[in-house]
């Protein structure tokens, strides 16, 4: 009997920059088999396209990857660094989108792609923006300190205006929850919104300790972060204030069952979900402008 698998869509995709090479995206999904258990430790093969329009547009970039699942089932890649099919990353004007990832699987390590999924790119990173569509506007840089925190991710939004993320000065320890029990906190770009029903939460009390408009990033946000450590890190030494860890495991505020949450590691750059609520973990606000 022919065993189907499906990739779990925009679980964990992010589309970030890296401070340090601006020239790629990172990308991470969860694969699971037909009878929903993670596919953990096994090679997989990928397509990855960039459209342009919508999601059935004109493919602008193609590429495929090879990469393995970890230990999670979660597969981590970076968009940009793949065996070339079509088109140059580089020259991708990200000005004239709207712009969509569409990524292809084949959870047997080869080229006979059965899962597919399509995801928009909801916002231009900021690097990318302003070294292929080379338009200024900006007013704020990153690792600037800014509204009480400093800046560590910028983009241009769909309205045209600049956005960015703001990392606290300060962090703490915390469980993410005394008991398991779900809250439905499960969104992957939207911390804001998982905070809010956080109630009780230990990490959640000591973010909204911060006053308003902090909250507990979402996986996203936190691999955000990581992209741009550098950034953030240079911002925080010259204000002075607590540096971001390089071996601390971060709690997120994306809930993965009544019992777990999910956790971004700055030692090895990657996410994990099967982290315990009531262990304690490293948290630290952000907030959006």
């Known amino acids: 009997m022919k065993k189907f698998y499906s990739l779990v869509a925009g679980l964990l995709l992010t589309v970030s920059v890296f401070a340090q090479a601006p020239q790629k995206m990172s990308y991470q999904a969860v694969i699971r088999d037909s009878s929903n258990a993670l596919l953990t430790s096994t090679p997989v093969g990928m397509q990855i396209s960039i459209l342009q329009g919508s999601s059935t547009g004109i493919p602008v970039y193609v590429e495929t990857q090879t990469p393995s699942t970890n230990a999670n089932g979660l597969v981590s890649l970076e968009i940009g660094t793949g065996t070339i099919v079509t088109g140059t990353f580089s020259a991708i004007n990200l ?14 390590g080869g080229t006979a792609y059965t899962i597919a999924g399509t ?12 070294a ?11 690792g600037e300190a ?43 770009e939207d ?18 300790g911060l006053g308003a408009g902090w909250y507990l990033p979402s996986i996203d946000e936190l691999n955000k972060l990581w992209d741009n450590r550098y950034d953030a890190q240079k911002g925080l030494r010259a204000g002075g204030n607590t540096l ?28 994990g979900n099967l982290y315990v609520k009531t262990d304690t973990a490293t948290v630290r606000g952000v907030r959006a402008f």
Request: avoid cysteine; charge should be negative; glycine fraction near 10%.
């Open 95 to 108: 000005a004239a989108g709207p712009y969509f990832i569409k990524t292809e699987t084949d959870p047997t």
């Open 244 to 271: 971001l860890s390089n071996t601390a495991y971060y709690w997120s505020s994306t809930e993965y069952i009544a019992t777990a949450a999910y956790k971004f590691t700055f030692l090895f750059g990657s996410a």
């Open 191 to 208: 911390g804001a919104y998982n905070t809010t029903l956080m109630t009780g939460s230990p990490a959640a009390t000591y973010i909204a």
């Open 146 to 188: 800014f509204n009480g925190g400093i800046i560590y991710y910028l983009y241009k939004g769909s309205d045209g205006l600049e956005h960015g993320l703001i990392v606290a000065l300060t962090e703490s320890t915390a469980a993410w929850q005394t008991t398991g029990t779900l809250v439905n906190a499960n969104r992957t």
């Open 132 to 142: 292929n569509a080379r338009v200024g506007g900006f007013t704020h840089y990153l």
């Open 119 to 130: 995801n928009e790119l909801m916002s231009v990173p900021y690097a990318l923006f302003s």
